[in-house]
């Protein structure tokens, strides 16, 4: 059974400074995916960036990046240069290959809150 | 936009009465399925589905029913609703299981559920 955790309930952040959200994992498949959503408060669920397991660099879009240390079993979301709008829920999910279905299994998510 | 639609966005109910979700895509994807999202849980699994007729329970399946008589509709029922399962439930829908991070889920509006 895959599980996803997320050890921070909430964060703050000042503007424009970079912001790690964290995201551990626990798996037996040795392939799988890992995702990052984010949640506004209008509600919906908005992905963000994809790690997959044999990739060999850490995924980046944009102002997100996923740090990934496969060892640690761990995918860390960093936001650099936080924006007010980036003020939101956040998951991390993750998929193991093996399972049927393309099911993706979701941590309890990080309320992040930036500072003016 | 992903044309996935969730009806009803909102609905009241009493304890007891069964109620109907609606899932509707038109984007011809294969899979299917239906989350909740409760607070220090993330968004959980209940069904979700492979194709027409073709459907599997998630993590929480209990009091649960779905049907998907078409590619474009998957439907979640409770049967008789109880209170636990006030909650906001999401649809997404995905076109493959493939190790692609193409392959990723997309989410519906929500449906905000509340059992009386």
């Known amino acids: 059974a895959q599980k996803i955790t997320q050890t921070q309930p909430g964060m703050f952040v000042q503007e424009k400074e970079a912001v790690t959200l964290d995201c551990t994992y626990d798996?037996?498949?040795?392939?799988?995916?890992l995702f990052w959503y984010k949640q506004p408060s209008s509600g919906e669920m908005i992905f963000l960036i994809y790690q997959g397991s044999y990739d060999q660099q850490n995924a980046t879009e944009g102002r997100y990046s996923l740090n990934f240390q496969k060892a640690r079993k761990s995918a860390n979301l960093v936001i650099s240069a936080s924006q007010l709008g980036d003020s939101a829920m956040y998951f991390c999910a993750m998929r193991a290959h093996m399972e049927y279905g393309n099911k993706l299994v979701f941590g309890a998510g990080t309320i992040l809150r930036v500072k003016s | 936009d992903a044309g996935i639609t969730q009806s009803p966005r909102h609905k009241v109910t009493e304890t007891g009465t069964p109620v109907t979700l609606r899932c509707h895509q038109t984007?011809?994807?294969?899979?299917m399925y239906w989350y909740r999202q409760d607070p220090g849980h993330g968004l959980r699994l209940i069904h979700y589905?492979?194709?027409?007729?073709?459907?599997d329970k998630g993590e929480v399946s209990d009091g649960y029913s779905v049907s998907r008589s078409k590619t474009e509709d998957f439907l979640l029922t409770l049967e008789s609703a109880t209170s636990s399962q006030t909650s906001v439930y999401f649809c997404?829908?995905?076109?493959?299981?493939?190790?692609?991070?193409?392959?990723?889920?997309?989410f519906g509006a929500g449906s905000r559920l509340t059992v009386l």
């Open positions: 798996t037996s498949d040795p392939s799988y995916g």
């Open positions: 997404a829908i995905s076109g493959g299981t493939g190790v692609s991070g193409a392959n990723v889920l997309t």
């Open positions: 984007e011809n994807h294969r899979y």
């Open positions: 589905s492979y194709g027409v007729k073709d459907t």
